[in-house]
């Protein structure tokens, strides 16, 4: 079992105005096989916890940890990160012209792994997984997300998720723009990538939708930058049925 920990987490980014402090303390431990959701308003500091942990480069963290198993997190590069097995589904998945899908695919997973995949293996676990995905196979020889509509993108962020096989996936909004089929699709990727690899899932969403086919075990409502409350799925139910305003006048 692995461990991702996060202590008293206090972020900021520069702005015009000056610095701006987005992360005011969070703290949250995610296990191996477990699902944590996190919920709540839009400018809560959600997709910043998550592009923190990643290494985002515009998120200066001013105090607190970040560790996996121990190593410390922050003092590692975005590459380290990866290959320590942190993943990020991103909100906003870019376009990179000139890559085609199947050479980013295996240099990323050899670049994770420390060694190439074997390239008969490595093709029909390419070819499963996209089937799995409803991705035409005809994707892999375009270039990454070029021209991609924006379930079609989702779809090969969860591609690379059951394929680079992380200890921790960080899916930051993972549902957003996908209609009811695709979001179908997206979410048994993200079971199957579960089940089969034991893996721990921080899945930052707006709405429970998702949570309908991805259960969580811990449930973390985001307000003003911090933790306003905590709990088991009904948690989100509650919040499907009342809304974030109980939380928007909570005292700091």
Partial sequence: MSTLEIKDLHVSIETEQGDKEILKGVSLTIKTGETHAIMGPN???KSTLASTIAGHPRYKVTSGTITLDGEDVLAMSVDERARAG????MQYPVEVPGVSMTNFLRTAKTAIDGTAPK???WTKDVKTAME?????A???SRNVNEGFSGGEKKRVEILQLELFKPKFAILDETDSGLDVDALKVV???VNRAQDENEMGTLLITHYTRILRYIKPDFVHVFVDGKIAEQGGAELA???EDEGYDRFQNVPA
């Fill in 43 to 45: 400018g809560s500091g």
């Fill in 119 to 121: 390239l008969r293996t």
């Fill in 138 to 140: 005809e994707f892999a």
């Fill in 187 to 189: 979410s048994e990727g």
């Fill in 132 to 136: 799995a995905l409803k991705i035409d």
């Fill in 86 to 89: 942190l993943f990020l589904a």
């Fill in 237 to 239: 139910d509650r919040l």
